[in-house]
């Protein structure tokens, strides 16, 4: 393909500047369907559909790492450091006191190439199940 039949940018051309838009809902029952997107920037639209307060935690997964398979302690949360960004600001975005039931959150957050989990780490929630794979590739 020569230049002049590339209409793409230059940035697309080099795999940067990427930016995708992806709605998340959260609820109170169980859900483990898998969330793709492109490496670059993700904008995650969280809606809480369910009846009590929720949030949405972006973490790292390590090669190999399970979904759901993190240590929940005595406070029944999951280990959130090196968190990569949060949504749980009811009607606004990033961090808050959680998502109120009804409302919407959103996270914009740069991600590379690889696998990503996205939890719930409101006490008790991610024992029952708020944990949901991200794919980026
Ligand atoms: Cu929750």
Do not use: F, W
């Not at 940067?16 to 490496?39: F, K, L």
């Not at 935690?57 to 968190?83: C, F, M, N, P």
């Not at 606004?92 to 959103?106: K, L, N, Q, W």
């Amino acid at each position: 393909m020569t230049a002049a039949t590339d209409t793409r940018s230059r940035a697309d051309r080099l795999g940067r500047d990427r930016r995708s838009c992806r709605r998340v809902e959260v609820r109170d029952r169980r859900r483990n369907g898998r969330i793709a997107a492109a490496a670059g920037t993700v904008s995650l639209q969280v809606t809480n559909t369910g009846m009590i307060t929720h949030e949405l935690v972006v973490l790292s997964l390590a090669a190999g790492q399970r979904i759901g398979a993190r240590t929940v302690g005595a406070d029944g949360k999951v280990d959130e450091a090196g968190s990569l960004g949060e949504a749980s600001n009811s009607g606004g975005s990033g961090s808050g006191e959680g998502i109120e039931p009804g409302a919407s959150s959103r996270v914009t957050v740069t991600l590379a190439p690889g696998r990503y989990e996205l939890v719930c780490n409101l006490m008790g929630h991610y024992v029952s199940g708020m944990h949901r794979q991200l794919k980026v590739t």
